[in-house]
C-alpha cells in the first residue's frame, strides 16, 4: 500500500508540476505542500503518503531557489486523464489546466498569501541588488576612452621629451654641427678657448715682463750689497761714510723702481672667469669663500703652469737655450706663494740692513741665476773674520808675546796648524805654550775661556793638557789642541756674555774692511760706533762677503802687532 | 535582460577591470614622464639662457682681454728694449761668474791670473801654488745648481794666506766677474822657525767649491 501511495503522491505531483510554465508550477505548489490546511488531508491517502509526498515536494522547493531546480519542470509530462478523479484540488487544479478558469479566484489568492509569506520569510540581507546592465557597456565605453586619451597624452609627452631633447642637444652640444651655423654650446666653448688663451697670453706677458723686472731687481741689488758693504764696514769717523750712504740710497732707489713695477704686475689675477659645466672647485658649498678662491686660484695657477710647460717645450726645438731658461725661471715665479708674498713688501720704507736682509730672503724663493748666488754669498763661512778674531783673542790674553818673532826668547802661544771645517762648523786650532814661569796650562785655560767667550765660537774643548821642562834657557814647553765650534749669533750662551763682545762681530756678520786697522789687541774692544740714527741694526743677522778689496796688494791687516815689547 | 553574465568573474567585468587599471598605470606613467620632461625642459631652457647670457658677456669680455693683450705686448716689448743692455752686461757677467758649464779650465786660468798678479806686485812675498785638483761635478742639495771640488795646495806668507782669503770671499761679484768660490776647509800648517812674522811661510791645503749653473738633462 505504501508504494500505492508513494506512486500516487508522485503522479499527483508529477502532474502538479506539469503547468503551463515550470517556474510557476514551483511556486505554485510550495505554499500547497506547507499549508496544513490544505485539501491534502481530506482524501483517502494515508499521513504517511502525505508525509512522503511533502517531503518530496519541499526537496522540490527547496531545489527551486537555485537555477538547476529549474529542470524538474521539464520532468517527463504525465496525461492527466491517469491523474485521480477523487482528488477535488486535482480536479480542479487540472479544470484550470484544462482552460478552465472556475477556481481562478481561489489560486490567485492562495498565491498572493504564499507570496506574503515568502515576502515574510526574506532574507535579512534584502533583495538581490539589481544591475543596469547598460551600466557596464556604458563603463567600459567611457574606460577605453579615459585609456585612449591617458595613451595620447603619454605618447605627446614622451614625442614632447623627444623633441625638446632634440632641440637642447642642437642648440647646448658644441658638436653637434648638422645645420653649418654654431650654436650656443659651440659658440660658448669657442668663447671659453679664446678667453683662456688670451688670458694665458696676458699673464704670460705679464710673467716675462715682471721676471725681467725681478732680473733687474736682483741685478741692481748685487750693487747695492755691494755698496751696503762697503758702507757698513767704514768707520763713523770716515768721511767717506756719508758719501756711501748717500751712493746707498741711490741705490736703493735703482732697485726699487723694477720691483714694484713687478709687484704691479705679479698682483694681477691670472683667473679668468670661465663658464664650466661642472665647477673646476669640488665641494664649493662645502668651502668659505676664500678657501674657495685659494682653491680657483690654485686650480688657475696649474692651468697656467701646464701651459707654459708645453709652451717651453715647444720652444726646446728652437735651441734657443737663455730662451728656454728663462721661460723655466719664469715658470718657477707662478704660483710661488713665498715669492708673491714678499712682492707686496713696500721697500722704500726698509732701512737698509732690513733692505739687505731682504734682498737675502727673496733670492731663497727666487729661482735664477743672481738668487742662486746671493744665496750661495750668503751662506760663505768668512775666514778671515775668523782667523782674526782667533789672533785677536791669543793677543789678549797673550800680551807682548803673541806673534812677536820672540817664541823662542819670550815664549807665548804659538799656533802650529788651523783645520777649518765649513761643512761641519768644526775648527781644530793646534800649536805650542812656552813659559818660564811653568804656567803653560793656565795660559792655555785662558785661551779656551776667551775663545768660548767669544760670540763667534762654541763648544771650546780641550781636555788634556801637557807641558815639559828642559833647562831653565828654554823653560816649560807644551804642546795643546783646542776643538771648537762655529756659532751664529742665535747661539748665543751664557758663557757669552761672560767676556766683553762689545766689538765683536758675529761670525756670520759683516766683517772687517781689509784696509781697517785692527784692534789694538791689549785694550778692551768698545763697541762698535753707532750707525746713524736712519740706520737701525738689522732684523735679520746676514752673513755678507767682506767687502771687496779694492787692491790686492793691500796687506792684509795682520793680527795684532804688539805695541810694547816686554 | 541578461543580467547575470555582466556580474564578478565574467569576461566584460575582467576587461573593464584591466581596462581601468590599465588607465591608472598609464596616468601615473604620465605623471611621471610629464614631470620628467618638464625638469628636463626646464633645466636646459635655464642652461640655454645661462649659456647665451656667458656668450653675451664673454664677448665684451674678449674685447677686453685682446686690449690688454695688446697692452702688456707692448709692455713686454718696451720691456725688453729698457733692459737690453743691462741684460746683456748681466749675462755677460753671469757667464764668467755662474757659468753653463763647470769650465774648470776658464778658472784654472783665472786662478793663475790672480797668483801672477798677486806675486807680479808682492815679487818678494810670492804665493806657490803646487797642485789644483778638480773633482766630479755635484748637484747641490737644493739641486739648483752644480758644485764643481777644488782642492789646492799653497805656500804663501801670511799676507799671501789672507789676500787668497779675500780673494775667495770676493768672488761672485759681477762688476769684478770672479767665478763664484767658496772656502769649504782649510788645514793650513805654520813654519814653526818663523811664525809671528808677516812673512812667515803657510802652507795650506784649501777645499773650494766652484759653482756653475744646473745642467739640464
Redesign the interface.
Known sequence: MDKIFDFISEERLFHFLAGPTSAAGIEIITPHLTDSKAPLGEGSMGTTAMSKSATTATSATAAATKPVAATATTSTSVPASTASSDDPFLKNLFAANKGEKGNDLMFQSLIKSEEENVEKKKSILGELP??D?SL?ID??YH??R??SG??I??AC??T??FF??LY?YA??DPNFNLFGSDN??K??ST??D??RS??T??NF??Y??AK??L??FF?QA??YL?KYDAWKSTPADNPQKSELLSDLDTAKTDLTKPFDDAREKLSKSII??L?HEVDPVANRETLDPAAAAEEEKKLATQEFQDSLKQYIDTQKTGAN??E??DL?EMKMIVGNNALLALTSTDLSKMSHADLRAFILQMSNHY?Q??A??F???D??????SI?TEIYDKTTSIDKGR??????KDVGGI??????????TGRITISG?VKDFDGVNFTIVADLIDILEGSSKFKDVEMRTFSKSFTSDKDGFEGNFKIDLSLQKEDDRDSRDTAVNLGSLSNVFSA?KA?DVTPDVPDVPATPATPEPATEPAPAVTPSP??A??TD???????PTEPSTTP | ???LP??LGSP??I??HY??R??KL??I??VF??L??AY??IE??L??S???T??AQ??A??SQ??K??KK??D??TA??AL?KD??AS??KE?AS??P?EEDYTSLTKEFDD?FF??NK??GNDPVVVTDIQYGSPTSDASA??DILPISMNITAS??G???F??????S?????KLR?L?????????N?D?????KSTIQFRANLSA?F?KT?K
Not at chain 2, 165 to 170: C, E, G, K, P
Not at chain 2, 172 to 176: A, E, F, R
Open positions: 539589481k544591475i546592465t557596464f563603463r567600459e574606460l577605453k579615459q585609456l591617458v595613451k597624452a603619454l609627452f614622451v614632447l621629451g625638446l631633447f637642447f642648440q647646448l650656443v654650446g659658440r660658448l668663447t671659453n679664446q678667453l688670451m688670458q697670453q696676458v706677458y705679464r716675462r715682463i725681467k723686472d732680473d733687474q741685478y748685487n750693487e755691494q679668468v672667469p663658464y737655450p737663455d728656454v731658461r723655466n729661482n741665476r743672481l742662486f748666488i744665496h750661495i754669498k751662506h760663505r763661512i768668512p775666514w778671515y782667523i803673541f806673534k812677536t818673532k820672540l817664541y804659538q799656533y802650529t796648524g788651523f783645520d777649518f771645517n765649513g761643512d805650542n766683517p781689509p762677503e767682506p771687496a778689496p790686492t796688494s793691500t796687506p792684509a791687516p795682520a | 535582460m541578461d543580467a555582466q556580474e566584460a567585468f576587461r573593464q581596462i581601468s590599465s588607465v598609464y596616468a606613467l604620465l614622464v610629464a620628467g620632461v628636463y625642459g636646459k631652457y642652461e640655454y645661462d649659456k647665451n656667458v656668450v664673454s664677448d669680455f674678449v682681454l685682446e690688454d693683450n702688456e705686448a709692455a713686454y720691456a725688453q733692459y743691462t741684460d748681466m749675462n753671469l761668474v755662474f753653463l790672480y798678479s798677486y806686485k808682492k739648483k745648481y801670511e799676507n794666506f789672507y789676500d782669503l779675500r780673494f775667495v770671499q770676493s761672485g761679484t759681477l762688476s769684478k763664484l767658496d772656502l769649504k776647509s782649510i788645514q793650513l800648517n805654520f814653526s818663523d811664525t809671528g812674522s808677516a759653482y749653473q739640464k
